[in-house]
């Protein structure tokens, strides 16, 4: 598995207008300093395109509605514009079909209450954030949260936070469009290795919306801290630094040794975390599922859902 995330700046995020182009990377400056760039359109990033997802006509239900539904939900869904636009930054596709991949817990009903593990991959070659899914699945469903992952069907030059951080958007914005009340369900980011790093980025970034009701991140095989870096230009908001942080180290793992996530703990608590736990278990560079099950027991406990 790959430990290596690249993560390149993203450039601001503005309605979709012929006469207002998305800007690109030399023309950002006349919009203000890279930070104030980076807040400005980081707010925007799901509101406006909630906005222009909901003016749409509506269509056929593609998740599952019913009581007693579970198991595994594959569907393919349209990327709006707004989206396609982000996501081919750093010379991209376009991603016009987005892929949503869901594991269901047992009897699911979408009129309850279920957390949701976002589920970000490593960047070997073959793997993607829905190949990955099922590593998490046997842990999520131990503990009644949906695993949730998000892909599209061509892939990218450049396997960039910004493609990542779109599609991911957009799979929400399915989510929350057929579940109405998913929108307030907990959400906690996970991946393993160069994935982990991601999951810190994706996490730093959607905090600013304030779309999403954050509760923790699960960070496995991770052998640098990205956090630091990536509030630099996503100041982290209220609350953001009391959230809960499971570091999973396998005693065995010599692509993230255990003294490389204790430097991460260590960089994390540096920052200002308040509530990082450092676990070890006996394996390697993998997804432990016990370790997984106690993380998720613990978001819960520590958010009260």
């Known amino acids: 598995m790959s430990h290596y995330c690249r993560i390149t700046a993203l450039t601001p995020l503005v309605p979709v207008r012929p006469e207002h182009p998305v800007p690109r990377p030399g023309n950002i400056a006349i919009i203000g300093s890279p930070r104030e ?63 949503l991949f869901l594991l269901l817990p047992p009897n699911f009903n979408s009129r309850r209450v279920w957390p949701i593990l976002i589920v970000t991959a490593t960047k070997d070659p073959g793997h993607t954030a829905p190949s990955d899914a099922p590593w998490y699945r046997a842990a999520a469903a131990a503990e009644g949260w949906i695993v949730l992952a998000t892909d599209a069907t061509v892939r ?23 579940w109405p ?23 730093a970034i959607l905090a600013q919306t304030h779309s999403l009701n954050i509760s923790g991140f699960f960070l496995s095989g991770i052998n640098e801290d990205q956090m630091p870096e990536a509030l630099k230009t996503n100041v982290a908001p209220p609350g953001f630094l009391r959230l809960p942080i499971w570091i999973s180290s396998g005693i065995n793992d010599r692509i993230a040794t255990p003294a490389q996530e204790q430097q991460v703990k260590g960089s994390l608590v540096r920052t200002g975390f308040q509530n990082v736990r450092l676990s070890r278990f006996s394996g390697g560079h993998e997804v432990n599922r016990a370790d997984l099950e106690s993380a998720l027991k613990w978001f819960r406990e520590q958010g009260h859902f």
């Open 37 to 99: 760039v980076a807040r400005v359109a980081l707010k925007i990033l799901l509101t406006v395109a909630m906005a222009l997802i909901l003016s749409l006509e509506s269509t056929a239900a593609i998740l599952p509605q019913s009581p007693g539904s579970s198991g595994t939900v594959d569907v393919r869904f349209p990327v709006p514009k707004y989206y396609q636009q982000y996501a081919t930054q750093d010379g991209n596709p376009v991603p016009t079909t987005g892929r």
């Open 156 to 178: 990218p030059r450049n396997d960039s936070v910004s493609w990542r951080l779109a599609l991911l958007a957009a799979g929400l914005n399915v989510v929350h469009q057929e």
């Open 181 to 203: 009340k998913s929108a307030q369900w907990p959400v906690a980011f996970a991946g393993i290795s160069g994935g982990a790093k991601c999951a810190q980025w994706l996490g």
